[in-house]
C-alpha cells in the first residue's frame, strides 16, 4: 500500500469521507494501514473474527463492532498472526485487543478501544458483512477504511 497520512487524505478527498469519533488507539506493527472493509458484528464472542482471519483476503481491512465491550478482549497474538498472514491490511475493533507485545511486532494494522487480558467465550455467534455503526459513522461492506495514527475514516471509493 501507498504511504499515506489521514490529513492528507482528508484535504485531497474530503466529499468521499466520514471520520470517526477520536475513540481508538493504534496498535498494530503497521502504523498505516487501509483497504475495502469486511465486517464483523459479535459481543464478547470472537467465533466469527477467528472464522475470517483465517481466510485469504488480500488487502482488506476487518472492522469488528464488539459493542464497545472492554470486558474481553476480541484479538489476541494467534488471530493477529494468521490474519498477517493471510493478506488481511488491518482490523479495527470496537472493543479490545490483547497480547498487546506481540500484536506491536506483527505486520498487522490494529486500532481497538483499549486491552483487556481476558479471552471471549467461543458460541459462534455473530454476523458478516453487515452495515455496523460505532464511532459516529456507518461501515458498509465493500466501501473502503483508512486508519494510522491520525485517527480512522470511511471512504465511499478507493482513495489509493
Known sequence: MPHFTLPDLCDAHAAYIRVTEPIFTNYGGKTAFGGQIVT???FEDNSKVKQLVATPCQGKVLVVDGGGSKRHAL???MLAEQAAAN???GIIINGCIRDIDQIRQTPLGVQALGIHPMKTD???LGDINLTVTFAGVDFIPGQ???ADNNGVLVATKSLL
Open 40 to 42: 464483523v458484528k459479535c
Open 75 to 77: 484479538l489476541g497474538d
Open 87 to 89: 493478506g488481511w491490511e
Open 122 to 124: 467461543k458460541r459462534d
Open 144 to 146: 473502503f477504511v483508512y
